[in-house]
């Protein structure tokens, strides 16, 4: 009796206790803290977005934003409601005579930064990034530390690579913000992050007002998806702790951004942003969520109608047609290794002999099909005849190349937008640095495993090294992977494989075998559908009950002969 009591009220005391930190757990703040890379531009951007949450929700958020101390005024126009914390500074930096400040200004431009100063720049984009790695270890601990002092968000710059690092080996859920210098990006993308990702196309900081009347609003509809992700993480964090330790003590102060991948069974969310003028693609990832209008901006201009020229007939322009119509035109062969679409040199310009390079890497190139967007003033100092597997557009819609089933890569320089471009649509980027931003996003690409940066070492070009990388990367398991899953995903969502293949020749005009070298044999076990196997247990099932039926009746008749014999 005693110790039935005793049971009882230990059970009464445990229950408490777990009441007890339930209802602080739910009363205490969760934390966000803000992370931009440390230079003028980028805080300025991330500054408008940190004062969207503390105004909507400054009571449930507990609110900081790090940077390096003579930028923390620009973190918030509310000092008093975030918490400022300031990042050890980078240290100046003198490539010629130029100072922090100045390199950071002439970035924003890279073909403001002269050749011989884009090794120096990019020596102080890798000492910008350390220095936001170690500044994150210094105020939340290590990655490996098992203290709750660190953030449950981390909302990153894109361009931060040391803060996307710390995020993926401490395990935190990280957004990232996107800072455009150009225009608002329709599509974002899901990184590689442990528990959930978040792109958010950023305005242009010159264009920023301090605040809009629909503040609130957008921070709602911002935060609800955000509040979603940090729920499942949370409910996962506990379970999958101790199974995380190892990694986290092998992975130490280190940033191993080739080393910590996706955890399986976590979805990426990713947060869109729509404009006025700006075409929003909801259907390039699973989790994609429109939080509406963000800022108004000036409507995109319609590009001019292009001029026919016996180089590329007009209907090559309808950009849902560009693939289809190359095929049904016959021009050359090898269609089936995909569509290559090039953007270099239509927004950053490229030297007379880059461009020789690139179109003759293109000319040497006997697989695959290119979709150069150039624009017509560069036209005349590319060597002719051009390649017969290039189509060189001066406009094209890019969202509707890439969203194409055939699509598989990009070649781009390699600015922030071209990597979230491409991670959105699933495709390769093959990049083309010019500035050091560049270069510093085409190396973490490739050290990511999403592509391939085609400039040598020591950052000059050469058509055959562009050719062999671009032909090396195509017949990898990645690109064909990547081609291959997203017309897997068509097959799946068009109601199954011999429906989907019907309307996919429909559509095209293609044979039965058009995908087959495109793709590597395909194990028997992958071609075996979800419902035939269901089809097949069951059959099994009821085989195996017909079976056991007829060898019950057969063994009760054949023990019943023996009876008659012996009787």
């Not at 003028?40 to 977005?49: E, Q, R």
């Not at 993926?168 to 990006?185: D, F, N, P, Q």
């Amino acid at each position: 009796m005693v110790q039935a009591v005793r049971a009882v009220l230990l059970g009464l005391v445990c229950l408490c206790l777990a009441v007890g930190a339930a209802a602080d757990e739910a009363t205490k703040k969760l934390r966000v803290a803000f992370v931009p890379l440390p230079i003028k531009t980028h805080v300025d951007a991330v500054g408008p977005l940190v004062d969207y949450f503390t105004e909507a929700y400054g009571t449930k958020y507990n609110v900081s934003c790090l940077a390096p101390e003579h930028l923390l005024p620009a973190c918030t126009g509310d000092p008093a409601a975030v918490n400022l914390t300031a990042l050890p500074a980078p240290r100046s930096f003198q490539p010629g005579n130029a100072t922090l400040e100045d390199m950071a200004a002439n970035l924003t431009d890279p073909l403001h930064v002269g050749k011989e100063n884009v090794s120096a720049a990019e020596d102080l984009f890798r000492r910008m990034n350390t220095a936001t790695f170690s500044g994150l270890v210094e105020t939340f601990g290590a990655p490996n530390d098992t203290s709750w002092t660190r953030p449950e968000l981390v909302v990153c710059d894109y361009a931060s690579a040391g803060c996307i690092d710390f995020c993926e080996a401490a395990r935190i859920v990280h957004a990232v913000v996107l800072v455009s210098r150009t225009r608002v990006m329709a599509a974002a993308a899901a990184l590689s992050g442990p528990a959930a990702a978040m792109g958010v196309p950023v305005w242009e900081p010159p264009s920023v007002p301090p605040l809009l009347h629909n503040t609130s609003s957008f921070a709602r509809r911002m935060v609800r998806p955000i509040e979603r992700a940090l729920h499942r993480y949370r409910a996962r964090s506990a379970a999958s702790r101790a199974r995380n330790a190892v990694t986290r003590n092998a992975l130490g102060l280190r940033p191993a951004p080739s080393v910590v991948g996706p955890l399986p069974g976590l979805n990426p969310l990713v947060l869109v942003t729509s404009a006025p003028g700006v075409e929003v693609v909801t259907s390039t990832a699973p989790n994609v969520i429109d939080v509406g209008p963000l800022l108004p901006v000036a409507p995109k201009p319609v590009p001019p109608e292009p001029k026919n020229s016996s180089t590329y007939p007009s209907e090559f322009f309808t950009a849902d047609v560009i693939p289809l119509g190359w095929r049904l035109a016959g021009r050359t062969k090898g269609f089936h290794d995909g569509v290559l679409l090039i953007t270099a040199g239509a927004k950053t310009p490229m030297t007379a002999g880059e461009l020789d390079s690139l179109i003759s890497s293109l000319a040497e190139l006997e697989f695959g099909k290119f979709v150069w967007k150039l624009p017509e003033k560069y036209w005349p100092v590319l060597p002719r005849p051009w390649p017969r597997n290039t189509i060189i557009v001066p406009d094209v819609d890019e969202e509707a190349v890439l969203r194409h089933n055939l699509t598989w890569g990009l070649i781009a320089h390699g600015s922030s937008e071209d990597v979230v471009q491409a991670l959105a649509h699933d495709v390769a980027l093959l990049a083309l640095p010019v500035g050091p931003d560049h270069a510093v996003n085409a190396q973490l690409v490739q050290n990511k495993g999403w592509g391939v940066n085609l400039r040598r070492p020591d950052g000059t070009l050469h058509w055959e090294d562009i050719a062999e990388k671009i032909k090396g990367f195509n017949r990898n398991k990645t690109a064909t992977a990547i081609v291959r899953e997203k017309v897997r995903r068509t097959l799946r969502a068009s109601g199954g494989t011999r429906r989907a293949a019907e309307l996919l020749a429909l559509e095209a005009d293609l044979g039965g075998d058009y995908f087959t070298p495109a793709f590597p044999a395909t194990p028997w076990w992958d071609r075996i559908e979800a419902d035939i196997v269901a089809a097949w247990v069951v059959m099994a099932g009821v085989l195996g009950v017909v079976a056991r039926a007829a060898l019950r009746r057969g063994l009760a008749f054949a023990v019943g002969r023996r009876k008659q014999k012996r009787s």
